[in-house]
C-alpha cells in the first residue's frame, strides 16, 4: 500500500522514538480478590521474568527496560550488583522502581497518610531505600502508586493526611539523585472506597509541584472514571510540563488492567495524538516514560505482552499518520467535519506494512505474534518450568479467602 510522501519517514521516527517498559509483575501469576488462575509457563522467579521481557524485546526491538516491583522482585539477599549483571545478561536495563506501601498489615489506615507517627516513618524508609536501591542499579525512575485513603465518611482528616503526605514527597525529593524523576501515580479508588489520598491528576500534579522540579504526574490509562476525558488530562500535563509517563493498559469498567487496546483503542490513539500535537507545536518530542501496566491472568502472559506493545506501536503509528499543519488549519476554518475525516482516516488506516518496514529496516521479523507462537517457546518454558515448581514443592494457586 503506498504512503503520501513524509507519512513513512514521520511514522518511523515515532517508532524509533516510542521505547516501552514492561512490567516484571506481568509475567508472573496474578489473580483478582476472587482467585489466582496459574499458568504452567508464568515466571516462578526473577531471571524467569527477565528472561521472558527479554524475549518480548528480542522480538519487538522496543522494550530494553523491565520495571521492578520492589518486593516482588528484590530479594534482601540478592545484591544491587546481582541483579545489574543478571540483568545486562539478558540484554535488559532496570526501569522504574515501584516502592510497595500496600500489602504489609500495618498500612491498613494507610503509610505515608497513616496517623500514626511510626507507621509514616516506616513507609517513608521504605521509600528511601527503594530510591537509593534505583541509584545503586542505574534506574532513573522512581514511580509512587498509594493505596492510601478511608472507606468511611468521618474515617479521617483528609487535610490532615493531604499535608502530611506533602510533607513526606517533601522530603523524599531530596534523597533523588539529580538524574531520577518520581512520578506520581494517582487512582480514584480501590483498594480504598471512600477517599483516596492522591485520587486524580490534578492532586498528583499539585502534590509533584510541591514535591520538587524532579516530581510529575504518571497517568495509568485505567485510573479514571468511565466518562473522563483521559486525552485532555494528557492535554493539560503536557501544557504544564507536568507529564512524567504512562502505565498503558485498557478496561471496560474500572481498574481492569486488561491488554492496551482490548476494548478502546481509539482511546490511546487519542492519547498519541495529543503527544505529537504537543511535538508539533513545541518542535521537540517531550521525555515521556511509556511502561505497560497489566496483569494477564488468563492470556498467556508472553503472548499479551507482545501483543500490547505491537497494539502501542501501531496506534502511535496511526497518530503519526495526522498531519498536525493540515489539523491545525482546518481547526481555525472550524472545519470540524474535515478535522474528525482526518483524524479518523488516519485510526483506519492500515499501518501493517509501515510497521513491518520499521521491524525489517531494525533487522527483526515483521510479524513478532506469529513468530513468538510458531517458535515453539511458550511449551518449552511451560514444560521447563512446571518440572522446576514441582522440584521447588511449589503448589501454585491459592484462594482469596
Ligand atoms: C495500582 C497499580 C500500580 C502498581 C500496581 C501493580 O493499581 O496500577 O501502578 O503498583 O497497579
Ligand atoms: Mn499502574
Not at 44 to 68: M, Q, S, W, Y
Not at 129 to 143: F, H, M, P, R, Y
Not at 341 to 346: E, G, I
Request: net charge negative; aromatic share 8%; with cysteine.
Amino acid at each position: 500500500m503506498s504512503h503520501p510522501a513524509g507519512q513513512e519517514s514521520r511514522v518511523h521516527a515515532v517508532l524509533d522514538d516510542l521505547s516501552i517498559e514492561l512490567p516484571s509483575w506481568g509475567f508472573a501469576d496474578t489473580g483478582t480478590r476472587f482467585g489466582k488462575f496459574v499458568q504452567p509457563g508464568a515466571a516462578i522467579d526473577f531471571n524467569d521474568k527477565l528472561a521472558d521481557a527479554a524475549e518480548v524485546h528480542r522480538l519487538t526491538g522496543c522494550c530494553p527496560r523491565i520495571a521492578l516491583h520492589v518486593l516482588w522482585d528484590l530479594q534482601s539477599e540478592q545484591s544491587a550488583e546481582d541483579v545489574k549483571s543478571n540483568t545486562r545478561q539478558h540484554g535488559l536495563q532496570i526501569g522504574s522502581m515501584n516502592p510497595n506501601l500496600f500489602q504489609d498489615q500495618e498500612y491498613r489506615f494507610g503509610s505515608l497518610c497513616h496517623a500514626d507517627a511510626a507507621v509514616g516513618q516506616r513507609a517513608m524508609q521504605h521509600c528511601i531505600e527503594s530510591i537509593q536501591l534505583g541509584q545503586q542499579l542505574g534506574s532513573k525512575v522512581v514511580t509512587l502508586w498509594l493505596a492510601d485513603g478511608t472507606n468511611y465518611p468521618g474515617q479521617d482528616s483528609i487535610r490532615r493526611r493531604k499535608r502530611q503526605l506533602s510533607d513526606c514527597l517533601r522530603q523524599l525529593h531530596e534523597h533523588l539523585a539529580a538524574d531520577q524523576t518520581f512520578l506520581i501515580e494517582y487512582k480514584p479508588f480501590e483498594p480504598a472506597f471512600y477517599h483516596t489520598d492522591i485520587a486524580d491528576w490534578g492532586m498528583s500534579m499539585s502534590l509533584a509541584r510541591t514535591m520538587g522540579s524532579q516530581a510529575k504526574v504518571l497517568v495509568d490509562t485505567g485510573h479514571h472514571y468511565q466518562s473522563q476525558n483521559i486525552e485532555q488530562i494528557v492535554a493539560w500535563l503536557l501544557d504544564e510540563g507536568m507529564l512524567g509517563g504512562f502505565h498503558f493498559n485498557d478496561r471496560r469498567y474500572a481498574d481492569d488492567d486488561l491488554t492496551l487496546g482490548a476494548i478502546d483503542p481509539y482511546q490511546i490513539f487519542r492519547i498519541f495524538c495529543e503527544i505529537l500535537s504537543y511535538a508539533h507545536d513545541a518542535g521537540q518530542t517531550p521525555r515521556i516514560e511509556y511502561m505497560v501496566d497489566q496483569s494477564h491472568n488468563l492470556k498467556p502472559k508472553i503472548e499479551a505482552m507482545i501483543q500490547t506493545v505491537l497494539t502501542a506501536q501501531e496506534l502511535a503509528a496511526k497518530a503519526a499518520l495526522v498531519d498536525f499543519h493540515f489539523l491545525t488549519e482546518r481547526q481555525s476554518a472550524h472545519d470540524l467535519v474535515e478535522c474528525e475525516r482526518h483524524l479518523k482516516q488516519a485510526f483506519f488506516t492500515d499501518v501493517t506494512d509501515l510497521l513491518a518496514g520499521w521491524r525489517t529496516k531494525k533487522g527483526i521479523t515483521a510479524d513478532p505474534l506469529t513468530t513468538y507462537r510458531e517458535s515453539g517457546h511458550a511449551e518449552q518454558i511451560a514444560a521447563e518450568r512446571t518440572q522446576r515448581r514441582r522440584e521447588l514443592g511449589i503448589v501454585a494457586g491459592g484462594t482469596y479467602a
